[in-house]
């Protein structure tokens, strides 16, 4: 399992009484160094990397440093030597960028990068292979499923409802609730167009919440509240269609489960930098863990600089300590 680079973070009081994040190491990110910052991508979820790109851009030059916004398609490498970068910010989502594609071509040409490696990567992005890695780790509470392959049925007897999930993807495309026979078939079928397997999941009613981890750390915890009932795409991306609570109006037992839940897989799974974990809390019983994202939305809004603008930490300084911790095993760092 892929070592955590550093020490955790820990919040101290600052200037003015604002509290940031400190570590103990010194940052290993030379200041003289060309950071390009990546974006778009060839997933589904390139419209969302492009807004936290340009908001991650933004930051780090507010905070001085020389930036370029590199633009991801097929000819990454040619980008990369043609703009110069020494490190590079991965502001990408989903398959190609999430997956441990990028990372991998990254540590190939020796460039050091933000988040996880290449294995924690592919491993968290998948969401079978999450759950088969935390399975036995009794922290971290999660729904019984089932798989169907693209030219299988979907097996009989299944209770519903159930949630229905391509394998592999995020910003909640291509994830529905079925509730009859009927919504389970449709649901499978739009799935299996995005990937060719799919996970239906047992569907536990109760309220969502999220939970950032930096560096091994667990931050405040969120509830995400709809108005909708569900936070899928529109909820998410919609302003004024989502509450957001933090630290969370819930039940501290339960936030403290949570937290340590989200880091056991964060640990569990080999993850560094950022990433968050995802929740459903039922009403009577330990928060139900749903996936981890390795990396997570990135905008001044987004869950994550949320959570530690709680803690006194800036969404400019939250994205330069995520540079910080940039590494890269064939560059000798981390």
Same mark, same amino acid.
């Given at each position: 399992m892929e070592e955590l680079r550093g020490e955790a973070l820990t919040p101290r009081d600052a200037v003015d009484g604002q509290r940031v994040f400190v570590t103990l190491e010194e940052a290993m990110v030379d200041r003289g160094s060309r950071i390009g910052v990546l974006m778009g991508g060839l997933s589904t979820e390139r419209s969302v990397s492009l807004k936290t790109g340009a908001a991650v851009a933004q930051a780090l030059r507010s905070r001085g440093w020389d930036v370029v916004e590199v633009q991801v398609g097929r000819d990454l490498p040619a980008r990369l030597i043609e703009a110069g970068v020494d490190v590079a910010w991965i502001a990408l989502h989903g398959r190609f960028g999430e997956d441990g594609c990028v990372q991998g071509l990254l540590e190939v040409m020796g460039i050091p990068y933000t988040g996880s490696g290449v294995r924690a990567s592919a491993v968290a992005m998948d969401k079978l292979a999450t759950k088969r890695a935390l399975a036995s780790d009794p922290t971290v509470v999660m729904a019984t499923d089932h798989v169907v392959r693209r030219g299988e049925a979907v097996p009989e007897g299944i209770e519903l409802p159930v949630v229905v999930k391509p394998l592999v993807g995020g910003s909640t495309i291509g994830i529905s609730i079925a509730g009859t026979a009927e919504e389970l078939s449709v649901g499978v079928k739009e799935a299996l167009e995005l990937h060719p397997e799919v996970l239906l999941e047992a569907f536990v009613e109760g309220e969502e919440i999220t939970v950032a981890v930096v560096d091994g750390r667990a931050l405040p915890v969120v509830r995400i509240v709809p108005e909708s009932g569900f936070f899928d795409f529109e909820a998410k991306y919609t302003e004024g269609r989502t509450r957001y609570e933090v630290p969370a109006e819930i039940d501290p037992g339960v936030a403290a489960a949570a937290q340590r839940a989200a880091e056991a897989a964060y640990r569990g799974l080999g993850c560094r930098g950022l990433a968050r974990a #995802? *929740? +459903?809390?039922?009403? #009577? %019983?330990?928060?139900? *863990? !749903? @996936? +981890?994202?390795? /990396?997570? %939305?990135?905008?001044?809004? $987004? /869950? $994550?600089?949320?959570a530690a603008s709680a803690e006194g930490v $800036? *969404? @400019?300084? !939250?994205? @330069?300590?995520? /540079?910080? %911790?940039? $590494?890269?095993?064939?560059?000798g760092i981390g």
């Open positions: #995802d *929740f +459903i809390v039922p009403t #009577d %019983g330990a928060p139900v *863990f !749903l @996936e +981890i994202n390795t /990396l997570p %939305g990135m905008t001044a809004t $987004s /869950l $994550s600089p949320m $800036s *969404f @400019e300084e !939250l994205v @330069e300590h995520v /540079l910080n %911790g940039a $590494s890269c095993m064939t560059a």
